[in-house]
Structures are given as structure tokens and as C-alpha cells.
């Protein structure tokens, strides 16, 4: 078994880039008490068009490295990276790793309260094409509701309008008018629909342009958050072994500078950045 430092540490929140920031500002939203240490992919970004074995091995890198920067509990705030790694790394590695640790993921948080937000019983996901074809979503919904319909569609187009800044261009109406389009052709009962990927809350305005009143639209933040607090009433033998100075500590394997300027978009405030390099 690998050694990590005993002593409590910040909650780490990995994503392949930048739109774990959305759950991290989620998240602290409810628990700012707590220390938090963010690692962005960046220079491997996007994962959303990479293969299971890809997906899987890089964030195995990356949880390793903030259980040795001394994290007891890492949030996977990617869904692709929750859609095809958490559940390996949580069944094959924790086990070598440290089985005191624990890794979670931010699909079932949505999928566990979906039940109570639709009435059509008719869930529409937005997401990477390898969260739709990883049929995550569909899974963890039909764990708790299996009369829910589910139909997803996957998005190429929308990380790298958020990445490039471009969400609120007029070329983002396209694609974003196009996927609703297509996912409400696909099923026109429709009245609640997960922005399955930690970028798209960026593009909540255009996408409440072209959304038919009525239908619901989910970000995840403030689910993971309310799902994180409930972790801790349930497990205070994690909850002790994270640190409370309300700091907050970011990585990134691209060029910090960089990543400082994109931060911004996310989160509205300046941030200290450090590169790192994932192996
Ligand atoms: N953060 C990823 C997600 O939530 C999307 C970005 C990517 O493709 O790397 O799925």
C-alpha cells in the first residue's frame, strides 16, 4: 500500500480542465468552511472524446496526486471522468491505494433527486459524447427510478465554445439551438433536463433562449453540494479528516497563466495558480 500523509488535508476536486470549477463554486457555496485543492487537466483537456482506458488512467494519475498532496476524499467534479473511471478506481485501486481514502463522483448526486423534479417522468442529459455513451446517466437514474425515461445527447461543440470564451457569441445560438432541438425531437415529453457536463452552466443564457417554457434545466453544483454535506453527516470519519480554513488551492498541468485568465470566466475572482505534472 502507498504511503500518504496521515494528517487531515483539503477536499481535492479534479476535472480534465476547467469546468470543475462550476462544481467547486457549488460546492462552496454550502460548505466554504472547508479546504479545497482544485487540479485541472488542462493540458490533456477535453476528455470527452477520449476512450474508457484513457479517461480511467489519467484520473488515476490525478487522484494519486492529490491523496499525496495530502487529500482524504477527492471529488471527481468531470462527469466523463465519473462516467468511466470512478467505479475502477473506487473497486481496483482504492483498495491498493489507501482504503481509507475515498473518491466520489458527481452523476449519482443528480441522478438520486431527478425523481422529485420531473413530473413527464421524461429526463432529457446534455453531455460529452463519452458520458451518452458510457449510458451513465441512464444507469444511476433507473437505480433510484426505473420509470424514468432517459434520453441524452451529446454536445461536441459546447466545451470548446466555453473554453474559447465563446459562449456568449452569436455562433454559439447554433449549436446550442441544434442539440436542444435534436434532444426534444428524440422525446417531446420532455420536462427536465441535466446539463451533464461540469461546462455547460456557462451557457444556461443561450440555452434558456431556446428552451421551450416549462422545461427545467439542472446544473449539478448545488446537487453535489447537498450530496457532499449529506456524505458528512453520514461519514463524520471522513468529514474529521478534512481541514477547515476556507482556502482554496488550484493546480493546473497546462501554463498557470493561462489558466488564471480562463479561471476568471468560471469563478469572477483571481486566483493563485501552480503547474504540476501528472505522471
Ligand atoms: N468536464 C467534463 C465533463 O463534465 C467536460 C470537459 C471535457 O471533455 O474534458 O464531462
Redesign the pocket.
Known amino acids: 500500500m502507498t504511503m500518504f500523509p496521515s494528517k487531515p488535508g483539503p477536499i481535492g476536486i479534479f476535472?480534465?480542465?476547467y469546468?470543475?470549477l462550476t462544481i467547486l463554486h457549488g460546492i462552496r457555496q454550502l460548505l466554504p468552511q472547508y479546504d479545497y485543492l482544485y487540479l485541472g487537466d488542462n493540458a490533456r483537456?477535453?476528455?470527452?472524446t477520449r476512450s474508457f482506458d484513457v479517461v480511467y488512467e489519467f484520473t488515476r494519475q490525478a487522484v494519486t496526486r492529490l491523496f499525496e498532496m495530502g487529500c482524504h476524499l477527492v471529488i471527481l467534479g468531470?462527469?466523463?471522468a465519473s462516467a468511466k473511471a470512478l467505479r475502477t478506481i473506487q473497486e481496483h485501486d482504492l483498495p491498493n491505494l489507501d482504503p481509507q481514502r475515498r473518491v466520489l463522483g458527481i452523476i449519482r448526486p443528480t441522478a438520486e433527486v431527478i425523481g422529485s423534479l420531473t413530473h413527464s417522468r421524461h429526463v432529457g442529459i446534455f453531455?460529452?459524447e463519452g458520458?451518452i455513451r458510457s449510458q451513465s446517466y441512464n444507469l444511476e437514474i433507473h437505480k433510484f427510478f426505473p420509470d424514468i425515461h432517459v434520453s441524452g445527447v451529446a454536445c461536441p461543440f459546447w466545451?470548446p465554445l466555453v473554453e474559447y470564451n465563446e459562449a456568449d457569441s452569436p455562433g454559439a445560438d447554433y449549436f446550442v439551438k441544434k442539440r436542444i432541438d435534436q434532444l426534444l425531437r428524440m422525446d417531446s415529453e420532455i420536462d427536465t433536463i441535466i446539463l451533464g457536463?461540469?461546462?455547460y452552466p456557462l451557457l444556461l443564457p443561450k440555452i434558456h433562449k431556446y428552451i421551450p417554457r416549462g422545461i427545467r434545466i439542472i446544473s449539478q453544483g448545488e446537487y453535489v453540494a447537498d450530496a457532499l454535506q449529506k456524505y458528512f453527516h453520514r461519514h463524520p470519519d471522513i468529514e474529521q479528516r478534512c481541514t477547515q480554513g476556507g482556502e482554496v488551492h488550484y493546480l493546473t498541468t497546462e501554463n498557470p497563466e493561462k489558466f488564471k485568465e480562463q479561471a476568471q470566466i468560471f469563478l469572477h475572482e483571481p486566483v493563485e495558480v501552480e503547474n504540476i505534472t501528472l505522471v
Open positions: 476535472d480534465s480542465g469546468g470543475g483537456a477535453p476528455y470527452g468531470c462527469n466523463t453531455a460529452t458520458t466545451v457536463c461540469t461546462h
